[in-house]
C-alpha cells in the first residue's frame, strides 16, 4: 500500500483519500467503479494512480501525477481524457449517465 502523504502530494487526490478510501460500487451497472485504497495501483507505463474500472476495453480511472482531475486511460489507443473535475463529479455522472467512456 501507498503512504496516503506521497499520493496527496503527487496525485492531488485528497478527496479520495478523504471520503472514497472504502471505494465506491455502482450498483446499477455492477461495477466496482472506484477501488479501495488497498486496490489501486501505480502504472509503470504512465505513471498514473488507478483507482477504478470502466468495466470494458481495461479502461481505467485514474489520477495523473501533478495534473487535476480525474482521468480515464484508454489503453488500446493509449491515451488519456479528463472526464470529471473531482471524484464526487465522476460518481455522480457515471450514476446518472452524463459520463460515459
Avoid at 472514497?20 to 509503470?44: A, K, M, R, W
Avoid at 488519456?80 to 473531482?86: L, R, S
Amino acid at each position: 500500500m501507498f503512504a496516503k502523504r506521497f499520493l496527496d502530494e503527487n496525485y492531488d487526490c485528497a478527496e479520495y483519500l478523504s471520503r472514497y478510501e472504502g471505494g465506491h460500487y455502482d450498483e446499477q451497472s455492477f461495477l466496482q467503479l472506484v477501488l479501495p485504497l488497498t486496490d489501486v495501483t501505480i502504472s509503470n507505463e504512465h505513471q498514473h494512480l488507478v483507482i477504478g474500472h470502466a468495466g470494458a476495453d481495461g479502461i481505467e480511472f485514474c489520477y495523473r501525477i501533478h495534473k487535476p482531475g480525474v482521468w480515464a486511460f484508454y489503453p488500446i489507443e493509449g491515451r488519456f481524457q479528463k472526464v470529471a473535475t473531482n471524484i464526487g463529479q465522476l460518481v455522480e455522472g457515471w450514476s446518472n449517465g452524463t459520463i460515459k467512456v
